[in-house]
């Protein structure tokens, strides 16, 4: 049963333009909302996160956008830089964080210069 | 010392063997987490610690799976017996378990086991 999903298993963009990585979930008990990119040999690293009270949180060039009637959300990287390359993954969690992650099947986003 | 260590960061054992992996987390936080990472999937949850109590176990941890963190610094993970779908990504991380950024859980580069 995997609640959450990542779709699309890869992702290729043009170095300048923007990289929009989506997510879906089923499990409507989640109340926050994270993604970690992942780069070879090293653990994740988180980037940004939502709380289910916010439909938008945004940190320099990366913007996560919640929406939870459709059990969606996306990262939207603007302008996407070939250090974007990476694995990113959206994960999920109760009690506003503070509980262990479920995470998706992650995104291989490749930025091409 | 300011990330999640892993050690060893490669393992390759004969199936039926024991194994034991440890993590030492950032130092001042209480969580520790251990999760399993295989080929093409996210990373899926195992086990968690606030200091030394173990919380919670998924219904996922076989037996032959334990996990102790003794003096709630370091963690041992020991798998009994492995089998070769044992082979997969060991990841450990840590996070504090109040404050604003609570939610934010720091990943060690993990420890890769391939059972032959």
């Known amino acids: 049963d995997q609640q959450v999903k990542q779709n699309s298993p890869s992702l290729s963009v043009q170095e300048g333009r923007i990289s929009i990585l989506n997510c879906d979930y089923t499990?409507?008990?989640?109340?926050?909302f994270l993604w970690y990119k992942k780069y070879p040999a090293e653990g994740p690293t988180f980037l940004i996160s939502?709380?289910?009270?916010?439909d938008k949180n945004e940190d320099g060039r990366f913007t996560v956008f919640l929406n939870k009637s459709a059990k969606h959300l996306s990262l939207h990287i603007v302008p996407s830089q070939p250090g974007d390359s990476a694995v990113y993954f959206c994960a999920a969690s109760n009690n506003f964080g503070n509980e262990k992650l479920t995470f998706g099947t992650g995104t291989r986003l490749t930025i091409i210069p | 010392d300011t990330g999640v260590s892993q050690n060893p960061r490669h393992k390759i054992t004969k199936r039926g063997q024991n194994v034991t992996f440890r993590c030492d987390p950032i130092s001042e936080h209480n969580r520790l987490y251990w999760y399993r990472q295989t080929l093409g999937q996210g990373p899926e949850f195992l086990t968690y610690f606030q200091n030394e109590a173990q919380l919670e176990k998924s219904r996922l941890l076989s037996d032959r799976f334990s996990a102790e963190r003794p003096k709630g610094s370091f963690s041992t993970l020991e798998i009994q017996r492995t089998e070769q779908g044992d082979s997969a990504m060991y990841l450990c991380?840590?996070?504090?378990?109040?404050?604003?950024?609570?939610?934010?859980?720091?990943f060690g580069p993990g420890t890769r086991l391939t059972v032959t």
């Open positions: 499990n409507s008990m989640f109340d926050y």
């Open positions: 939502i709380s289910s009270i916010k």
């Open positions: 991380a840590s996070s504090l378990s109040t404050g604003p950024s609570s939610y934010e859980q720091y």
